[in-house]
T-cell receptor, first 113, second 115 residues
Framework: SQQGEEDPQALSIQEGENATMNCSYK?????LQWYRQNSGRGLVHLIL?????REKHSGRLRVTLDTSKKSSSLLITASRAADTASYFC?????????????FGPGTRLSVLP | GAGVSQSPRYKVAKRGQDVALRCDPI?????LFWYQQALGQGPEFLTY????????KSGLPSDRFFAERPEGSVSTLKIQRTQQEDSAVYLC?????????????FGPGTRLTVL
């Protein structure tokens, strides 16, 4: 079973709007990462947030982490058509040596021009 | 520098054939991961190498799956007697340090179709 669950499964917005995706997980983590995957391509790392951090920014991306609720959110501001992709959260499970990365099923974002 | 590369990018196999998928990680990266990604799903962990040592193979779905990294760089994922349920994209990722506490850099994947 997958540790992380993204929500919503699919999201469709207009160019210029903000997109918010959420990720919930079940067990304690060392860090949480967000990845983007364009259709037919490999995953691209977006941002890493450690368990002792609450918020992190990178360009138009903002990630929050609430370890008490075991949840994270990814906000993309001023979205562009090029942001159309699937977004995955991946958790690095504490004390789970080796099988460190567990991905959720992803949110498929469509940004309409 | 070059990223993670995988070959072939596409592979069609007849049921029962053996296949070998190759991963060239970023030079100097200690950790190497293999994942299986079914259509519309997130990647599922298969196995993890630290240099040449396979430290975790708990995600390999059956004993038909075998992975190696004999010199601590290039890795090969072999699937024997392929079945239709093996059809998926196989992703390789590498990271500079040990374990999963660092950014993983992914290759483009190998799309395997078993007929």
């Amino acid at each position: 079973s997958q540790q992380g669950e993204e929500d919503p499964q699919a999201l469709s917005i207009q160019e210029g709007e903000n997109a918010t995706m959420n990720c919930s997980y079940k067990t304690s983590i060392n860090n949480l990462q967000w990845y983007r995957q364009n259709s037919g391509r490999g995953l691209v790392h977006l941002i890493l947030i450690r368990s002792n951090e609450r918020e992190k920014h990178s360009g138009r991306l903002r990630v929050t982490l609430d370890t008490s609720k075991k949840s994270s959110s990814l906000l993309i501001t001023a979205s562009r058509a090029a942001d159309t992709a699937s977004y995955f959260c991946a958790t690095d499970l504490r004390d789970n040596y080796g099988q460190n990365f567990v991905f959720g099923p992803g949110t498929r974002l469509s940004v309409l021009p | 520098g070059a990223g993670v590369s995988q070959s072939p990018r596409y592979k069609v196999a007849k049921r029962g054939q053996d296949v070998a998928l190759r991963c060239d990680p970023i030079s100097g990266h200690v950790s190497l991961f293999w994942y299986q990604q079914a259509l519309g799903q997130g990647p599922e962990f298969l196995t993890y190498f630290q240099n040449e040592a396979q430290l975790d193979k708990s995600g390999l779905p059956s004993d038909r799956f075998f992975a190696e990294r004999p010199e601590g760089s290039v890795s090969t994922l072999k699937i024997q007697r392929t079945q239709q349920e093996d059809s998926a994209v196989y992703l390789c990722a590498s990271s500079l340090v040990t374990g999963g506490t660092d950014t993983q850099y992914f290759g483009p994947g190998t799309r395997l179709t078993v007929l």
